[in-house]
């Protein structure tokens, strides 16, 4: 049972901006842990895209991008590419007793128009 | 180049027990603390459970505690997952994936491609 709350899908045209929000709680997010997100391309392994908050790991395009205020984060696509359609996440780490310590959100696909 | 590389998949019925393995390798393995993360097909990602370098911390996700067992040898680079009382519900892709730290609290850096095991009688 996903702690953390994304859209299930959003959608944009090729060369638009998109943005997916990640909303958790005061467990997680609102306690102060970083915030990650994956990538899913279709058929695939996810992949580390954006690790705590904001920074890209070698490789990742700069037109990605992460945020994060209070209880929630953000993941912003710019330039939206026909090979960025896939699955996204984002992930934290929580501190309630019951449940998990990893916690992932719900997952939003990106449909490229 | 990080690898991993998941075996011990397949068809099991309800009750039985099945052990996975990850072969690591293209870093040093006992630095780092690594995790099963699984997705049951068409669904999301769940953290399954976590083993911290040495063994030392190790946890679980409520639905699978007192069922699975995750153990590592750092000798041979390799993570298991120990999984018995196997339920439907457990049917699902699970991958071996890497932390960028030696304990809990980092973030999923590596992941293998994953290893399918479905539970049905």
């Known amino acids: 049972q996903s702690v953390l709350t994304q859209p299930p899908s959003v959608s944009g045209a090729p060369g638009q901006r998109v943005t997916i929000s990640c909303t958790g709680g005061s467990s997680n997010i609102g306690a102060g842990y970083d915030v990650h997100w994956y990538q899913q391309l279709p058929g695939t392994a996810p992949k580390l895209l954006i690790s705590r908050n904001t920074n890209r790991p070698s490789g990742v395009p700069d037109r990605f991008s992460g945020s994060k205020s209070g209880t929630s984060a953000s993941l912003a696509i710019t330039g939206l590419q026909a090979d960025d359609e896939a699955d996204y996440y984002c992930?934290?780490?929580?501190?309630?007793?019951?449940?998990?310590?990893?916690?992932f959100g719900t997952g939003t696909k990106v449909t490229v128009l | 180049e990080v690898q991993l590389v998941e075996s011990g998949g397949g068809v099991v019925q309800p009750g039985r027990s099945l052990r996975l393995s990850c072969a690591a390798s293209g870093f040093t393995f006992d630095d780092y603390a690594m995790h099963w993360v699984r997705q049951a097909p068409g669904k999301g990602l769940e953290w399954v459970s976590g083993?911290?370098?040495?063994?030392?911390?190790?946890d679980y996700a409520d639905s699978v505690k007192g069922r699975f067992t995750i153990s590592r040898d750092n000798a041979k680079n390799s993570l298991f997952l120990q999984m018995n009382s196997l339920r439907a519900e457990d049917t699902a892709f699970y991958h071996c994936?890497?932390?960028?730290?030696?304990?809990?609290?980092?973030?999923?850096?590596?992941w293998g491609q994953g290893a399918l095991v479905t539970v049905s009688s």
């Open positions: 992930q934290s780490y929580d501190n309630s007793l019951s449940g998990s310590p990893f916690v």
């Open positions: 083993i911290s370098w040495n063994s030392g911390n190790i």
């Open positions: 994936v890497k932390d960028d730290w030696g304990d809990f609290g980092g973030y999923f850096d590596y």
